[in-house]
């Protein structure tokens, strides 16, 4: 992390994202997007690695708390405090075949 911003790195994806610091994670990823409230589910993802705090709750119908524990998270719930290196979901997968990242 520098003092603009961090490093997104997609575990399986080859690619790298830069995000803005204090930014909620989906403002700098360009996966499906829904509520941006922690209702829907859609930006479910899985921070496998870095440093990160929650800003709002997250729909229990939708994360676990053993979920969350582990790091899946609604990424328009979450802001980084680090690079992270995160795990799209099969949900992120199957429904952006076409690719991510344009």
């Known amino acids: 992390m520098d003092a603009a911003g961090y490093y997104i790195y997609v575990e399986d994806q080859d690619y790298v994202l830069k995000g803005r610091k204090g930014n909620v994670l989906l403002t700098d990823l360009n996966i499906l997007k829904g509520c941006f409230g922690g209702g829907c589910g859609i930006c479910k993802i899985d921070i496998v690695k870095g440093e990160y705090h929650i800003i709002k709750k ?6 676990q708390p053993e979920e969350e524990r582990a790091g899946i998270v609604l990424s328009c719930c979450v802001v980084a405090d680090s690079d992270l290196t995160i795990r799209l979901t099969a949900k992120q997968m199957e429904k952006r075949s076409d690719g991510i990242w344009d």
């Open 58 to 63: 997250m729909s229990r119908a939708h994360i």
